[in-house]
């Protein structure tokens, strides 16, 4: 039987020992104070008000389009002024990372994707057959991606593609133009900038263009607009026109044998963007309050809250006289959930809030961090 467990066994084995422990303790009614929850619909910003265009006529009846229907993609375009011509519509991010690996590589070749991070990427280039190289984030001051020995690990037949996340799960790094070129001189860039309708303390961009290399730039609904059971994504194809143009040739074949977006959400997108706006600037309110709260909250306390540019999560350094998975493990004795830096292959001792939980939870939560950093 075919091995589909995550390149990183060990990060998987402790993610997965920790969502048990956690499992448990919600079962069993411990967690007064859970910063772990990253659905929006579950911390009090569902979508507000009816949304009529999923039960209207149209949707009645199917047309097999593979890229989406034009209203659809038209309706991307016009929300993130990019060309309606440049838009696929997918499922999900992980869809369109599928098809993206199954567009530029083959069974064994390489990708590279940044460490740490959100155990994705790995799962589904390992389920085509593909090999992951890390490229590693570093902090000082700010994260800061670390290439120099990337060059090391690359074949001989190079890299099939080069994965980056703007702004990144979970350190909240925004991608320079800098980083974005030197990304750019391994293989085409695929970045996944599922927040980027969210900066904290760094400057919105966005790597898509219309000029250079081929690139790849993956959105969604989950994120964007709080929609997660909406199951909508999109990839956006960029580079100079000939090199687009090819690229959206073949994606459209792969699309046309799945043919995987719903036709009521498609019909609807239209509707769900004018309400995920709505939700987006709720989003960011609470995005914000909780920034404060962690930096008044740990103030003078041996946790360290990172800066963070943007993005849903908060890493909080712990100190070293425990493990990060000690210090979640007390933490959830006090009834509080955080993640253990580890299950997203963090090195040190951190810790992960989410930064989408509901303020008083929140800072309640963080209260006894505190208390408990300084019993220890």
């Known amino acids: 039987m075919r091995e589909v467990y995550s390149q990183r066994s060990a990060f998987a084995e402790d993610r997965a020992g920790f969502s048990a422990a956690l499992d448990e303790a919600r079962t069993a009614g411990t967690v007064a104070f859970d910063l772990t929850v990253s659905n929006p619909t579950r911390v009090g910003l569902e979508a507000r008000g009816p949304i009529n265009a999923l039960s209207a006529d149209p949707v009645r009846f199917y047309g097999a389009e593979p890229l989406g229907t034009e209203v659809a ?15 696929v519509l997918t499922a999900s991010s992980s869809e369109s990372y599928a098809w993206l690996f199954r567009l530029l590589a083959d069974p064994g070749d390489v990708v590279l994707a940044p460490r740490p991070g959100y155990p994705l990427v790995d799962v589904i280039a390992q389920l085509d057959g593909l090999r992951v190289v890390d490229y590693p984030l570093r902090y000082a001051d700010g994260w800061l991606a670390d290439l120099g020995l990337v060059s090391t690990e690359v074949p001989e037949a190079g890299v099939a593609a080069v994965c980056a996340v703007s702004p990144h799960n979970p350190t909240g790094l925004w991608m320079s133009s800098e980083l974005q070129l030197r990304l750019q001189s391994f293989g085409p860039l695929i970045v996944d900038e599922v927040f980027e309708a969210y900066p904290i303390a760094a400057p919105r961009r966005t790597a898509f263009s219309t000029d250079g290399p081929l690139h790849f730039v993956l959105g969604g ?4 607009c709080g929609l997660p059971q909406m199951k909508l994504g999109w990839i956006l194809v960029g580079g100079d026109a000939p090199s687009a143009h090819e690229a959206l040739r073949r994606l459209e074949h792969i699309a046309d044998a799945f043919l995987s977006v719903s036709t009521p959400v498609q019909h609807a997108l239209p509707q769900l963007l004018e309400v995920g706006a709505s939700t987006r600037r709720r989003l960011s309110e609470r995005l914000r309050q909780n920034v404060e709260a962690a930096a008044h909250t740990l103030s003078g306390s041996a946790a360290q809250p990172l800066s963070v540019g943007g993005g ?51 800072r309640e939560g963080l209260e006894r961090l505190r208390e408990t950093v300084s019993r220890h």
Request: glycine residues 4%; without cysteine.
């Open 73 to 87: 993609r038209r309706a991307i375009a016009r929300e993130l002024d990019v060309p309606w011509a440049r838009v």
């Open 312 to 362: 849903w999560s908060l890493l909080i350094r712990m100190p070293a006289s425990e493990t990060d998975a000690r210090w979640a493990a007390h933490l959830l004795a006090q009834g509080v959930a955080v993640w253990p830096g580890r299950t997203f292959d963090v090195p040190g001792t951190h810790l992960v809030a989410s930064l989408i939980t509901p303020p008083a939870v929140f």
């Open 221 to 224: 609904l989950s994120k964007r």
